[in-house]
């Protein structure tokens, strides 16, 4: 699978999109754990998994695949904004600017469109969803984009009953 720290351009994971998705998780790129293991955020200090194991059953005990069926079945998708970028470790401020490529979002949630809600795992996907995909989104893509606090490790400014209140909060309204 080569070396993950070092400069060389990084290739995110394609959509995990099921059956009319209504929201979709968006992060900014994989970090090295998940680019190694080829798992949406598979760093064991991730909270992501944590807080969907608490929601809908779908945390780091339960086997990967079961853990996305399960998040499908509830019409929640999981993608990244950046679908290329060089990025030296994992890191979301080492990602250099000028070398993002973003996800096609205008042809996802024309495919997709009961897509109503974007939620934003953490500040830097939103930032570069905003700068480098909401630009090419068309005029009749309405959705609703809401950015949540990171479930990095590197995001430790919150706590995890913080956090989970605020996920829980969010998907149960984009949810209904």
Same mark, same amino acid.
């Given at each position: +699978?080569?070396?993950?720290?070092?400069?060389?351009?990084?290739?995110?994971?394609?959509? $995990?999109?099921?059956?009319?998705?209504? @929201?979709?998780?968006?992060?900014?790129? &994989?970090?090295?754990?998940?680019?190694?293991?080829?798992?949406?955020? %598979?760093?064991?200090?991730?909270?992501?998994?944590?807080? +969907?194991?608490?929601?809908?059953?779908?945390?780091?005990? @339960?086997?990967?695949?079961?853990?996305?069926?399960?998040?499908?079945?509830?019409?929640? %998708? #999981?993608?990244? #904004? #950046?679908?290329?970028? #060089?990025?030296?470790?994992?890191?979301?401020?080492?990602?250099?600017?000028?070398?993002?490529?973003?996800?096609?979002?205008? %042809?996802?949630?024309?495919?997709?469109?009961?897509?109503?809600?974007? $939620?934003?795992?953490?500040?830097?996907?939103?930032?570069?969803?905003?700068?480098?995909?909401? &630009?090419?989104?068309? &005029?009749?893509?309405?959705?609703?984009?809401?950015? $949540?606090?990171?479930?990095? &490790?590197?995001?430790?400014?919150?706590?995890?009953?913080?956090?989970? +209140?605020?996920?829980?909060?969010?998907?149960?309204?984009? $949810?209904?």
């Amino acid at each position: +699978m080569g070396d993950y720290t070092d400069k060389a351009s990084h290739v995110g994971f394609p959509a $995990l999109i099921g059956d009319a998705p209504k @929201v979709m998780i968006l992060g900014s790129m &994989p970090g090295q754990a998940s680019l190694k293991q080829f798992q949406y955020y %598979a760093h064991p200090r991730n909270a992501f998994w944590p807080i +969907m194991g608490e929601l809908y059953d779908a945390g780091f005990d @339960v086997e990967y695949t079961l853990r996305i069926e399960r998040l499908l079945a509830r019409h929640i %998708a #999981v993608w990244d #904004v #950046v679908q290329q970028c #060089v990025r030296p470790g994992s890191l979301d401020s080492a990602i250099q600017r000028s070398t993002v490529v973003t996800n096609d979002f205008s %042809a996802c949630l024309k495919a997709h469109p009961s897509i109503s809600t974007l $939620l934003f795992n953490g500040g830097a996907a939103f930032t570069l969803f905003k700068r480098h995909a909401l &630009p090419t989104l068309l &005029p009749d893509h309405n959705v609703t984009c809401v950015q $949540l606090p990171s479930t990095s &490790p590197a995001h430790a400014r919150i706590s995890f009953q913080e956090k989970l +209140m605020l996920w829980r909060s969010e998907l149960v309204r984009a $949810l209904s």
